[in-house]
Nanobody, 127 residues
Framework: QVQLVESGGGSAQTGDSLRLSCAAS????????MGWFRQRPGQDRVFVSA????????LYTDSVKDRFTISRDDAKNTVALQMNNLEPEDTAIYYC????????????????????WGQGTQVPVSS
C-alpha cells in the first residue's frame, strides 16, 4: 500500500505560480510511475502530467505544456508539480497518483491504470 498526500494548493490569480507536492508513505515511490490528474466541477478526472519510474520520461496534457513541470525526488519520497502562468481553466482539484510500471508510455495518461490516489488539493484560479 502507498498513501499519498497532496499539499500546496490554494487560491491563485491568472499568471500566478503554485507548486503542488505529493508526499508518499508506506512504500517508496521508486517502485512506481507517478502522475497528476485534475477534476473540474461537474467533469471527469483527466490527465495532467506523469513521470515514469526512472524519471526519464515525462508527459503533459497539451494545455499545460510549457507551463507545468513534474519532478520526483525518490530520496524524499515526493513528487512535485510546478505550475506557472496559471489560468482560470486550471481551476480544479488536483490528485496525485501512483501506478505499477508496465505497458507503453500511453498508459501513463490512463487514470484507470493508477492504483493509488491522494485525497486531492484544490486550486481555484481567478481572473
Amino acid at each position: 500500500q502507498v498513501q499519498l498526500v497532496e499539499s500546496g494548493g490554494g487560491s491563485a490569480q491568472t499568471g500566478d505560480s503554485l507548486r503542488l507536492s505529493c508526499a508518499a508513505s508506506g512504500r517508496t515511490i521508486s517502485n512506481f510511475d507517478m502522475g497528476w490528474f485534475r477534476q473540474r466541477p461537474g467533469q471527469d478526472r483527466v490527465f495532467v502530467s506523469a513521470i515514469d519510474q526512472a524519471g526519464r520520461n515525462t508527459l503533459y496534457t497539451d494545455s499545460v505544456k510549457d507551463r507545468f513541470t513534474i519532478s520526483r525526488d525518490d530520496a524524499k519520497n515526493t513528487v512535485a508539480l510546478q505550475m506557472n502562468n496559471l489560468e482560470p481553466e486550471d481551476t480544479a482539484i488536483y490528485y496525485c497518483a501512483a501506478r505499477v510500471p508496465g505497458g507503453n508510455a500511453g498508459y501513463l495518461r490512463a487514470y484507470t491504470t493508477y492504483a493509488y490516489w491522494g485525497q486531492g488539493t484544490q486550486v481555484p484560479v481567478s481572473s
